[in-house]
T-cell receptor, first 112, second 116 residues
Framework: KNQVEQSPQSLIILEGKNCTLQ??????????LRWYKQDTGRGPVSLTI?????NTKSNGRYTATLDADTKQSSLHITASQLSDSASYIC???????????FGKGTRLHILP | EAGVTQSPTHLIKTRGQQATLRCSPI?????VYWYQQALGLGLQFLLW???????NRGNFPPRFSGRQFPNYSSELNVNALELEDSALYLC???????????????FGPGTRLTVL
């Protein structure tokens, strides 16, 4: 069964600290993996997209990694800011049947 | 460049009524996608339209339907509303001509549907 599991479900850190969010998937055959940031009440915004051959992708203070062998991805946020408070959603696409599987997201709270 | 727009922002209906949600894609995008995001759940894929045709639909009952107009804008219709239809409905658009899995989707702000 195609699944995307994210952890932790929620995370609270102090402003300026780093954090890492995890995404494990069982989607097959794998096409690509995206990380989205979703502010409360807003639509998701794409942060990174990685295909099978890519194992790291950066977007400013956001760095995503992908291990296609273990089917794991992480999103590392450096020097967190209050504006990073949001839900972060991992999305995995399969090569067949037009499948896009969304994780439930990690809710990140940055405290001043 | 204007992003994906959705209307209305909020919609309140009673059980059994019909709801119509609207989406305008980014200029130049021919594909429109609809998703449901219920409280505490991940996004659930509803429908995909490309060049005016329904290309794929998720695991939702037939009372969820929609269409895409010649200008690539789209409507999502939900008939016989049920309480559990209360959710944020997100529309996304992308350039067409590629497989679903490769299209980068840009999301709108969503319509919050509340069924009483």
């Amino acid at each position: 069964k195609n699944q995307v599991e994210q952890s932790p479900q929620s995370l609270i850190i102090l402003e300026g600290k780093n954090c890492t969010l995890q995404c494990n998937y069982t989607v097959s055959p794998f096409s690509n993996l995206r990380w989205y940031k979703q502010d409360t009440g807003r639509g998701p915004v794409s942060l990174t997209i990685m295909t099978f051959s890519e194992n790291t992708k950066s977007n400013g203070r956001y760095t995503a990694t992908l291990d296609a062998d273990t089917k794991q991805s992480s999103l590392h946020i450096t020097a967190s800011q209050l504006s990073d408070s949001a839900s972060y959603i991992c999305v995995v696409s399969a090569n067949v049947d037009d499948k896009i599987i969304f994780g439930k997201g990690t809710r990140l709270h940055i405290l001043p | 460049e204007a992003g994906v727009t959705q209307s209305p922002t909020h919609l309140i209906k009673t059980r059994g009524q019909q709801a119509t949600l609207r989406c305008s894609p980014i200029s130049g995008h021919t594909s429109v996608y609809w998703y449901q995001q219920a409280l505490g759940l991940g996004l659930q894929f509803l429908l995909w339209y490309d060049e005016g045709e329904e290309r794929n639909r998720g695991n939702f009952p037939p009372r969820f339907s929609g269409r895409q107009f010649p200008n690539y804008s789209s409507e999502l219709n939900v008939n016989a509303l049920e309480l559990e239809d209360s959710a944020l409905y997100l529309c996304a658009s992308s350039k067409g001509g590629r497989e679903f899995a490769y299209n980068e989707q840009f999301f709108g702000p969503g319509t919050r549907l509340t069924v009483l």
